[in-house]
């Protein structure tokens, strides 16, 4: 899908200011993927700079918005990496726990 400019892009921006906050503009647009060693971040080859990361048939398949992007390398990796450990491996509030801090707080 290819983005096009709306007053939702600047909608934070201020009054001066013109930059789209979905980070989406033809400037960023590179002619070959590169590696930034100093980030650690994989840049991939764009061929045309306002085609965002709309997938229809992903969205149609599991019933919901998705926003896909690529996390290759670096700290979006790391971070997303943390955030999914932690989100499968969190422990539940045990029930004797919770039934203490209820007592606790009708006294």
């Known amino acids: ?6 007053k939702t892009c600047f909608k934070y921006c201020g009054k001066y ?9 033809e400037s960023n647009y590179g002619e070959f993927s590169s590696f930034d060693y100093e980030k650690g971040e994989l840049c991939l080859h764009c061929l045309n700079r306002l085609v965002n990361n709309f997938n229809d048939t992903i969205i149609r398949a599991v019933h919901c918005n998705m926003d896909i992007k ?3 390398s670096s700290v979006s990796a790391k971070a997303i990496l943390y955030y999914i450990t932690d989100y499968i491996t969190k422990s539940q509030l045990k029930l004797h726990i919770a039934y203490a801090a209820l007592d606790v707080l009708t006294e």
Not at 1 to 6: G, K, V
Not at 17 to 25: A, K
């Open 1 to 6: 899908q290819i983005h096009s400019h709306s």
């Open 17 to 25: 200011e013109h930059i789209c906050r979905f980070d989406i503009d």
């Open 70 to 72: 690529f996390i290759g």
